[in-house]
Each structure stands twice: as structure tokens, then as C-alpha cells.
């Protein structure tokens, strides 16, 4: 533990170590994002995962492009399942990892994005990781234009 950090009452530090092993969460043989599985050879997914590692449009505090990874990294830690049921037992993921991205060229990157988010199949729900709020614009366009304007939307957003 260490002695700068005020733990509270009783002491302990509830701190989710940074170096963490897959053994300290019992994830060892999970897969990443819980082990979902991945679409058939040629099949389309039901799920399809996007990363979008931007901090550029944050002026708070930068590291919100280091988001997806982690958000990766620790989806592993949780399965998919109840006492009841395994929640996602015929729900297929695709990970494509991160959208390419050019530092210092915010217009280039929300054409990026759009257009990434834009080759989503038709009939797959794309969940973007971001990143900060510049995420927002190209997902809302690429998804206007994929559903001709039909579209729900559930917008997460994490502050301290």
C-alpha cells in the first residue's frame, strides 16, 4: 500500500492496480469483451466494436484517447453471464480495433470516423469506444446515414 494514498476509513486501498494479471481477476481463458464470440468465417456480426482514441477536443484533462485500450483491457475481467443465464449466448463481436487517425487534423479524423463507422453492416449495432466528445459528431453522421435518420442513441460520457 502505499503511505501517500489516504485509504479511508479501515486502511485499505481499493485502487485497481495498474499492472494487473489475468489471474488477479480469475480471467485467465476469457476472452476479450467477455468472451463473446466472433461472427462465422463470412458471417456478419451482431455486434460491432469501433475505437476512436481522441483527446484533442478535450480541454479538461487529456487521456481520454487512451480509453478504448483500456476499455479493452478491462472488458476481459467481466463474463457475460448471471446466476440465471449467459446473457449473450447467440450475440457474435467483431473488434476492429482503432480508427486510423492523423494528430493535429481534427477535420481529416471526423471523416475518418464517419467513414469507418459508416462501413458498419447493415444489421449490426456498432458501439464506439472513445475517446473524447469529438467522437460524438462522426458516429451521429455515419449513423444518420446509415439509417436514413432512424436511430436511438445512448450516449455514455465519464467525468471525475
Known sequence: MDANIDCGPGGR???IPQDMSEHEFNTAGL??????????AGARPDVRIVGVPL???SLYRPGAAKA???????????APVTEHAELFDSVTLQDDGDVALVDGDM???VESV?????RTPKGTLPIVLGGDHTTVSPTLIAQ?????????ILYIDAHP
Open 144 to 152: 444518420q446515414r446509415r439509417l436514413n435518420g432512424r436511430m436511438s
Open 31 to 40: 476472452s476479450a469483451w467477455a468472451g463473446l464470440k466472433p461472427p462465422a
Open 13 to 15: 486501498d481499493h485502487r
Open 68 to 78: 478504448p485500450a483500456q476499455l479493452r483491457r478491462l472488458s476481459a475481467i467481466f
Open 107 to 109: 477535420g481529416a479524423n
Open 114 to 118: 464517419a467513414a469507418e463507422i459508416g
Open 55 to 57: 483527446d484533442r477536443g
